[in-house]
Each structure stands twice: as structure tokens, then as C-alpha cells.
């Protein structure tokens, strides 16, 4: 893990970064050799600052530069994840337990051709596609999904103020009320901190 930041709980800090286009799709991107989708996302580097990281990964996840977006908002606060047990890698140090990331929604304001996959050593993605606004949530791989859903629900206002899209009807319940204990979760820390 090299240089990353892995705080005292093992916790690792990290970016995430839902870019939008003019029709507010959502940027999803395929991993190399696998059926998986995600956003762009990556690892901070100790005493790195989070919109530092996220021009970084921007860059080599999928080539552009800050030239090529508008930063819109950013998470008010980390939002977090365990990996499940065996994803954890037990033998190395200091152990890693899971992510802290700080989420940007960004708006392209470039074409989208200037999307390009080999400006890293190591390539995450070797596809594209832009998507309806939840549906990310679907996509990324089932450990992260609230995390998802609680960056689409805080920075989703940005680029739909007149309301957030529906939640797909079909999602199950067990999502539902996941996601509406976490929602309820943030909201309540959110007004603790507006507080005088």
C-alpha cells in the first residue's frame, strides 16, 4: 500500500468521484478484466489534501484534467466502509479494515472523448458508460453500495435541485431501509453540526 493513509482504526483515506455530464448522466467506469462497474476513486497519500487526490485520480482513472471539469461540491464529511473478511489482507501492515472517502460531484466541461485510460502505469478502467442516476448503486460491487447511495443522496441535489430521481421501485427492501438508516444517520449529524 506504500504511501497510502490508513488512519488508527485501519481505515484507509480515499477519494470517490461522481463526475456528471450536461444531461446529468453519471459517469460509470468498466475494470480492467472484470464485469465490474464503478466510479473513479483512489487512495490518498499521507498528508495529501482530498481535492489534490481527486485531481490525481482523475487524471489517471480517466485522463482529464482540471481544465476538463467544475468541481460542484464535496461530501460534507467522510463517509465509510468495512471491506468483508475476505478482502482483508490479514498479513499486511498496518492493517487495512476498510475506506474513509471524501466524494466530489464534478460536472465535464470537455467533450467527452477526452476520456482516455492510459495515463497511469497501471490502467483501472478500460471502458466507459454513462448512466441514469442511480444506477451506479446497482453496478459497483454489493460492500460499497451504501457508501453509494450516501454520496449520490448528500451531492445528488447539486445537479437535480428540484429533487433527487426516484429510487428505482424493484431495488429490495433490505436496500431500502439500509440506505434510509444511513440517510437518517448523516442528516442528524449534519444538523448536530449546524447547531450554534
Not at 24 to 45: E, H, T, V
Not at 95 to 117: M, T, Y
Not at 137 to 155: D, G, P, Q, T
Request: proline letters at 6%; glycine letters at 8%.
Amino acid at each position: 500500500m506504500g504511501n497510502d493513509w490508513i488512519d488508527a482504526e485501519g481505515f484507509r483515506a480515499n477519494v470517490g468521484i461522481i463526475l456528471a455530464n450536461f444531461d446529468n448522466k453519471l459517469l460509470l467506469g468498466g475494470r480492467i478484466g472484470a464485469r465490474g462497474w464503478q466510479f473513479p476513486q483512489g487512495g490518498m497519500l499521507e498528508g495529501e489534501e482530498p481535492i489534490d487526490a481527486m485531481f490525481r485520480e482523475l487524471h489517471e482513472e480517466v485522463g482529464l484534467d482540471e481544465d476538463d471539469v467544475e468541481v460542484l461540491g464535496v461530501t460534507r464529511d467522510w463517509l465509510r466502509y468495512r471491506l468483508p473478511d475476505k478482502f482483508i489482507r490479514r498479513h499486511s501492515e498496518p492493517l487495512c479494515i476498510g475506506q474513509k472517502q471524501r466524494w466530489f460531484i464534478l460536472r465535464l466541461i470537455s467533450d467527452a472523448e477526452r476520456v482516455r485510460f492510459d495515463r497511469s502505469e497501471k490502467p483501472e478502467f478500460d471502458r466507459i458508460r454513462w448512466v441514469n442516476f442511480w444506477r451506479p448503486v446497482n453496478e459497483v460491487i454489493y460492500f460499497k453500495r451504501r457508501v453509494y447511495a450516501c454520496a449520490l443522496h448528500e451531492l445528488g441535489p447539486i445537479v437535480h435541485p428540484d429533487g433527487l430521481p426516484q429510487r428505482p421501485r424493484w431495488w429490495p427492501k433490505r436496500w431500502r431501509a439500509a440506505f434510509d438508516k444511513d440517510i437518517a444517520r448523516m442528516e442528524k449529524a449534519a444538523a448536530e453540526l449546524s447547531i450554534p
